[in-house]
């Protein structure tokens, strides 16, 4: 009797781990399968062949020495307007720097008093003639491009200049102070265009006093480097 209940303990026993083990599976507690290794290696985030890029310089002329001309219109204080011309020539330093020689001329018009006066001369017509030399130091404030068009960029400066001379004018050789802005606008490696404003500083007594007078210049210029 003993025995037989032994063999009915062992099978309920196994029926019932047998019925939990059907029951994890049925509800998905059951021990979880790994996913199978991927075949595809990952990818990479930085590509390193990167692909070199021409790029092309501008061209700009290595010569050092700048020679042209240049037309415009010259404000004698107590003379009126009139037409300048001359010539520069300029020695680059540095990518910065450079010194310039100017000379000038032009005439001097009819007082306001020689006007009035109905004849009255104050300067002979040679006296009238003015013509300065200067000497100046500039300095290049602003490189950078011009672009006319599309797909056409032209290398440009905006400078800055300022120098001593001597002006000769009504009979006398003066003193003069001059300063004032340009821009120069390189058409070519070689050729440039510049726009220039300038103020003319000197001492003129021809009215019974002493003063300084200002005579304000402004003149389109081309220049070849060499």
Known sequence: MESRFRVLFLITAAGLMTGCAATKNLFGMGPEAAPPPSSEPPGQVIDPQVERQEV????????????????????????????VYGARLAYHLTEGFFVEGTAGTTEAGETSFEILSGGAQLLSDSERQLTYYNLNLGYNILPGEGFVGEGRAYNTNLY????????????????????????????TDAIALHIDFRDHLFDIDLFGEEKTAHNLEGHLGITVFF
Not at 163 to 174: E, N
């Open 56 to 83: 092309k310089e501008p061209a700009i002329d290595r010569e050092d020495f700048e020679v042209g001309g240049f037309v415009g219109i010259m404000s004698i204080e107590d003379f009126g307007t009139n037409v």
């Open 160 to 187: 800055l200049i300022a120098g001593l001379g001597s002006t000769r004018f009504a009979g006398d050789d003066r003193f003069t102070v001059n300063f004032g802005a340009g821009y120069r606008f390189l058409l």
